[in-house]
Nanobody
Framework: QVQLVESGGGLVQVGGSLRLSCAAS????????MAWFRQAPGKDREFVAA????????TYADSAKGRVTISRDNAKNTVYLQINSLKPEDTADYYC????????????????WGRGTQVTVSS
């Protein structure tokens, strides 16, 4: 079955950086668009970034532009999220998601989800 496993979260200070990883199995990774969403305590899950099957196309939430980079390595079945200049409001559980359709910012468009990795930004 399809499995998405996130890693790389943790406690980091304001201004720091993190690279999250999401390892996929049980699917032909290069056939899937991938995305990252996040959910802060008490808030709805929100879009962060998405990437096309080849990695040539990306899209970002306005809040992520300039600080966040999504990338993928199809040989390793892994998608990454690099977050720089971390802010307290980046504190959330970060989830990766996969689907075979167009990469976009719509949560309901994604079929497969990981369990998330927690990011806490301390001031």
């Amino acid at each position: 079955q399809v499995q998405l496993v996130e890693s790389g979260g943790g406690l980091v200070q304001v201004g720091g950086s993190l690279r999250l990883s999401c390892a996929a199995s049980g699917l032909t990774f290069s056939n899937y668009v991938m995305a990252w969403f996040r959910q802060a305590p008490g808030k709805d899950r929100e879009f962060v970034a998405a990437i096309s099957r080849t990695g040539l196309g990306t899209t970002y939430a306005d809040s992520a532009k300039g600080r966040v980079t999504i990338s993928r390595d199809n040989a390793k079945n892994t998608v990454y999220l690099q977050i720089n200049s971390l802010k307290p409001e980046d504190t959330a559980d970060y989830y990766c998601a996969a689907d075979t359709r167009r990469y976009d910012n719509t949560l309901s468009d994604y079929t497969y989800w990981g369990r998330g990795t927690q990011v806490t930004v301390s001031s």
